[in-house]
T-cell receptor, first 115, second 112 residues
């Protein structure tokens, strides 16, 4: 079974608008961490935001916020006020301490910001 | 603070040849990871080291891939013999504790 599912292969958003990238995960462990990474065409993996399973508040980092719905096992990334430089591949990933803390990635979503 | 260093950035070889990739993690990071990222896909973990011990190598094709992390710092990933389907970017990452992973720029392998 897929641990991390990103159902949107590609998304378009108009510059300055907000966009939500979907991520659902599968785990039976109470302790886990959820991450979002950005991968521009240059290939580097850039850490964006982290949400712990016990965190009460949704994580925010500047224009990035994580809509964490634990019961639904979803951890959607919200990018506000999109910029042209946000065009990239976005990966959702999960870490489970009981499984050695390895980071398992989803298939990714390509985001294109239109001017 | 210096980031994760990887070399070479690009490598082109013919099938059945061998290749080695090198990674130097961020100083003090005990955990080191090698990921394989095939074009258009998410990274797939090949092997995870904690200091110089292997934590997870369940997805490493051990008949052709090998990795080591001597002295718990630098690591090398070797492929011998290479197959066409090994064409990918090989990403090295390191982390301290359970925090985020820091990735290198990757080594892009093309097998002809």
């Amino acid at each position: 079974a897929q641990k991390i599912t990103q159902t949107q292969p590609g998304m378009f958003v108009q510059e300055k608008e907000a966009v939500t990238l979907d991520c659902t995960y599968d785990t039976s462990d109470p302790s886990y961490g959820l991450f979002w990474y950005k991968q521009p065409s240059s290939g580097e993996m850039i850490f964006l935001i982290y949400q712990g399973s016990y965190d009460q508040q949704n994580a925010t980092e500047g224009r990035y916020s994580l809509n964490f719905q634990k019961a639904r096992k979803s951890a959607n990334l919200v990018i506000s006020a999109s910029q042209l430089g946000d065009s990239a591949m976005y990966f959702c990933a999960m870490r489970e301490p009981v499984r050695g803390n390895k980071l398992v990635f989803g298939a990714g979503t390509i985001l294109r910001v239109k001017s | 603070e210096a980031g994760v260093a990887q070399s070479p950035r690009y490598k082109i070889i013919e099938k059945r040849q061998s290749v080695a990739f090198w990674c130097n993690p961020i100083s003090g990071h005990a955990t080191l990871y090698w990921y394989q990222q095939i074009l258009g896909q998410g990274p797939k973990l090949l092997i995870q080291f904690q200091n110089n011990g292997v934590v997870d190598d369940s997805q490493l094709p051990k008949d052709r891939f090998s990795a080591e992390r001597l002295k718990g710092v630098d690591s090398t990933l070797k492929i011998q013999p290479a197959k066409l389907e090994d064409s990918a970017v090989y990403l090295c990452a390191s982390s301290w504790g359970t925090g985020e992973l820091f990735f290198g720029e990757g080594s892009r392998l093309t097998v002809l």
